[in-house]
């Protein structure tokens, strides 16, 4: 399902929320002494609202955030059918803010969304205003040099600079059959697709440092620590577990997940 189909009750019945989202959620609740019911949440990125849903169905008082007016739309009917009020999910306006007031939430939070965003400055400093003094946030979203464009699935178009030769890999693996198949060009030839595809890798992907992201953060009073060596799966893996207790290994782990894997970051209102 897609941001144009309407959120139904059986599609959200078979509805997973990110379990690095909810996991670093429930320890921010338990480090802050608060029960879910008490903490005011927003998902930045909220698409149809789902994760909202998920978090309001666990007690939560769970918002969302989109730019698109599209899918909250989409989502809203099932919103209100639940019985939660229809502003729980927001537009961005065109300056980038969000209708919240100052310090209205204990927790912001935004999984693969930091990757579209094009002035990232604007977003840390809205996350920031919004955010209250003590409270905090996670982020998740894919690394600049991961080998698949995780939206493209084609290999290495974001690590070329936009022009012809990423238009030419491009082009090649739409005639593999290697590419997402979105609706707008799914009958589309194979040159419309790439133009489709080519203009989309300019105009909504937009992979920085790890390091640039963590200054945006903390230029707008946000203390960032990274946590993807905290990952679960990390944590029991045979090998990575024991390379971790090597102090110079666990910096040089840190760095190639961080740069060639995936972001995990958590903040925290100074």
């Given at each position: 399902?897609?941001k144009?189909?309407?959120?139904?009750?059986?599609?959200f019945?078979?509805f997973?929320p990110?379990?690095n989202?909810?996991?670093?959620?429930?320890?921010?609740?338990?480090?802050?002494g608060?029960?879910q019911?008490?903490l005011k949440v927003l998902d930045w990125?909220?698409?149809?609202?789902?994760h909202?849903?998920?978090?309001r169905?666990?007690g939560?008082?769970?918002?969302g955030?989109?730019?698109?007016?599209m899918?909250?739309?989409n989502?809203?009917?099932l919103?209100?059918?639940?019985?939660y009020p229809?502003?729980?999910l927001a537009?961005?306006?065109?300056?980038?803010?969000?209708p919240?007031?100052?310090?209205?939430?204990?927790?912001?939070?935004?999984?693969?969304?930091?990757?579209?965003?094009a002035?990232?400055?604007?977003v840390?400093?809205?996350?920031?205003?919004?955010?209250?003094k003590?409270?905090?946030?996670?982020?998740v979203?894919?690394?600049q040099?991961q080998p698949?464009e995780g939206?493209?699935?084609m290999?290495?178009?974001?690590w070329i600079p936009?022009?012809?030769?990423?238009?030419?890999?491009?082009?090649?693996?739409?005639?593999?059959g290697?590419?997402?198949?979105?609706?707008?060009v799914?009958?589309?030839?194979?040159?419309?697709?790439t133009?489709f595809?080519h203009k989309?890798?300019?105009?909504?992907?937009?992979?920085?440092?790890y390091?640039?992201?963590r200054?945006?953060f903390?230029?707008?009073g946000?203390?960032?620590?990274f946590?993807?060596?905290?990952?679960p799966?990390?944590?029991?893996h045979?090998?990575?577990?024991?390379?971790?207790?090597i102090?110079?290994l666990?910096s040089?782990?840190?760095?190639i997940?961080?740069?060639?894997?995936?972001?995990e970051?958590q903040?925290?209102k100074?």
């Amino acid at each position: 399902m897609s941001k144009h189909d309407v959120l139904t009750e059986e599609e959200f019945a078979s509805f997973v929320p990110n379990q690095n989202i909810t996991r670093n959620m429930e320890e921010f609740s338990q480090r802050s002494g608060r029960p879910q019911s008490e903490l005011k949440v927003l998902d930045w990125g909220c698409g149809r609202g789902r994760h909202v849903l998920w978090l309001r169905d666990q007690g939560y008082q769970a918002y969302g955030v989109e730019l698109d007016p599209m899918p909250i739309q989409n989502g809203l009917e099932l919103i209100k059918a639940k019985g939660y009020p229809g502003d729980c999910l927001a537009l961005i306006n065109n300056e980038g803010q969000s209708p919240f007031p100052e310090g209205y939430f204990d927790y912001v939070f935004s999984g693969n969304v930091l990757e579209h965003v094009a002035n990232i400055d604007s977003v840390c400093a809205e996350m920031a205003r919004i955010t209250r003094k003590g409270g905090g946030g996670y982020h998740v979203f894919p690394a600049q040099r991961q080998p698949i464009e995780g939206h493209l699935f084609m290999p290495f178009v974001h690590w070329i600079p936009p022009g012809w030769l990423r238009k030419w890999i491009i082009r090649i693996c739409v005639m593999l059959g290697r590419e997402p198949r979105w609706v707008e060009v799914r009958e589309a030839s194979v040159e419309t697709k790439t133009d489709f595809y080519h203009k989309y890798s300019i105009n909504n992907i937009f992979y920085r440092k790890y390091s640039a992201v963590r200054r945006a953060f903390e230029d707008h009073g946000l203390a960032v620590t990274f946590t993807t060596l905290d990952h679960p799966k990390i944590k029991r893996h045979p090998v990575l577990s024991r390379l971790l207790m090597i102090k110079m290994l666990k910096s040089l782990l840190n760095h190639i997940l961080l740069t060639y894997k995936l972001v995990e970051l958590q903040v925290e209102k100074q």
